[in-house]
């Protein structure tokens, strides 16, 4: 497990030009290394607020994005067209504009795709064996205030599944109700996790999952009640925080 370091900013928009500008890093870094990176997005406000300045920025980047791999670590099991979904937001505010290939956007099947959520899972772990390069270079999650990542939830049995890439998750807490996710299995075959926050309503799951993690409150927290706790980095594990978010620490 690594040790997490903590980047405290001044606000959502600092914390996204933030972890825009170490991708882009990351990136380059990488595939002056010889590799092909595969990132894992995150959805919900901040992405859309990081996704904005990573088209912003790209111009000024070394980043080939015609070899780079993305992938997204949940994805809510819907129509094709529906706003609900995280690959539909990431495609309209930068991954077209960059010019990823859309051969390398790994998107979940929707509906139109796959008879049930169950079959959509099965669907995305084949893609991950076949396209997915052994691990991600950077998985970037987000936390919900029940401290929940990915589609992981609290209580759900899809925290215990194990020897499987993906799990398809019925009666999420929030709506839609249908998802696929990434299991922890597969969320931890990273060189780098990234866990963005924002906002006063996170920051007592922040705490939670930040002392539960290390044991500064006497004890390590339980993954069915602190599903953040069951995700680490390879080599780097980095909680980019807004000072709203981070105003329990």
């Given at each position: 497990m690594t040790t997490p370091r903590i980047e405290v900013h001044d606000d959502d928009q600092a914390l996204a030009t933030a972890v825009a500008g170490e991708l882009l890093t990351r990136l380059a870094d990488a595939q002056a290394a010889g590799r092909v990176p595969h990132i894992a997005l995150t959805g919900g406000t901040i992405a859309e607020v990081v996704h904005r300045e990573l088209a912003r920025l790209a111009p000024g980047a070394e980043?080939?994005?015609?070899?780079v791999e993305v992938w997204w670590g949940d994805e809510?099991?819907?129509?094709?067209?529906?706003?609900?979904?995280?690959?539909?937001?990431?495609?309209?505010a930068f991954l077209s504009a960059v010019g990823v290939p859309d051969a390398h956007v790994h998107e979940v099947p929707t509906t139109a795709d796959c008879s049930s959520v169950e079959e959509a899972a099965t669907a995305y772990a084949e893609a991950l064996r076949e396209h997915g390069g052994g691990g991600f270079e950077v998985v970037m999650l987000g936390l919900g205030p029940d401290a929940h990542v990915a589609s992981l939830f609290p209580g759900h049995?899809?925290?215990?599944?194990?020897?499987?890439?993906?799990?398809?998750?019925?009666?999420?807490?929030?709506?839609p109700p249908e998802r696929v996710s990434l299991t922890f299995e597969a969320l931890n075959r990273n060189r780098a996790l990234w866990i963005l926050v924002s906002g006063e309503g996170k920051a007592e799951a922040v705490a939670r999952a930040l002392a539960g993690r290390t044991g500064a409150g006497g004890e390590l927290a339980d993954v069915h009640e602190v599903p953040a706790v069951g995700v680490t980095g390879g080599e780097e594990t980095i909680w980019f925080l807004d000072r709203a978010s981070a105003s329990r620490l």
């Open positions: 980043v080939d994005w015609t070899r809510r099991y819907v129509e094709p067209g529906s706003p609900d979904r995280n690959a539909g937001q990431a495609r309209e049995p899809a925290l215990d599944v194990r020897d499987a890439l993906t799990v398809a998750v019925h009666d999420s807490p929030k709506p």
